[in-house]
């Protein structure tokens, strides 16, 4: 049992080039989430998915987007990468009928130059 | 629009000491409170949580204090170990829906030897 796995865990952008971070889970979870963090900043939401075929919009989704075909896979699309979007992702997964426990992945670390 | 503010953004206390970390919250929707627990280059992991129908919720050296009228929530460390080193994350949701995670900034906590 892996928990969630996101790919890849570093990468280097050039402004404008776009990319696709990966996140899957094993648990059968159907509640999914992208979060960003920046330092100082704590994690904040950038979409997130009760099911496959839903999702929604967090605090912070400009620029980025997702689809949900899957319970399982849960990727995430940067159009366009600039500057602002350096961060560490992380995707989380949960299930409510579980509890309200979010489990997190180790995080991908991206770099737009 | 800062939902749920942390304090102090660091904390410095020598083993064997109490760390307390506070967190304030904004929204009265909110009814689940965790606190999360983050070691370097991982992502988050759940250490406590209480809901505010308790006043205080204990596991281990991990101590969660709830003040519903203050709108205030506090986790205090006992006997703090070097291994407690990390960054301490407040968060709050509301049950019922998508059970999203509204992020305190974050304290980074320094337990020296």
């Known amino acids: 049992n892996a928990g969630v796995t996101q790919t890849p865990k570093f990468r280097i952008l050039k402004i404008g080039q776009s990319m696709t971070l990966q996140c899957t889970q094993d648990m059968n979870h159907n509640y999914m989430y992208w979060y960003r963090q920046d330092p100082g900043m704590g994690l904040k939401l950038i979409y997130y998915s009760v099911g496959a075929g839903i999702t929604d919009k967090g605090e912070v989704p400009n620029g980025y987007n997702v689809s949900r075909s899957t319970t399982e896979d849960f990727p995430l699309r940067l159009e366009l990468a600039a500057p602002s979007q350096t961060s560490v992702y992380f995707c989380a997964s949960s299930d409510p009928g579980l509890g309200e426990t979010q489990y997190f992945g180790p995080g991908t670390r991206l770099l737009v130059l | ?113």
């Open chain 2, 1 to 113: 629009q800062q939902q749920v503010k942390q304090s102090p953004q660091s904390l410095i206390v020598q083993k064997g000491g109490i760390s307390i970390i506070n967190c304030a919250y904004e929204n009265t929707a909110f009814d689940y409170f965790p606190w999360y627990q983050q070691f370097p280059g991982k992502g988050p992991a759940l250490l406590i949580a209480i809901r505010p129908d308790v006043s205080e919720k204990k596991e281990g050296r991990f101590t969660i204090s709830f003040n519903k009228s203050a709108k205030q929530f506090s986790l205090h460390i006992m006997d703090s170990q070097p291994g407690d080193s990390a960054t301490y994350f407040c968060a709050a949701s509301t049950q019922g829906g998508s059970e999203k995670l509204v992020f305190g900034k974050g304290t980074k906590l320094t337990v020296n030897p």
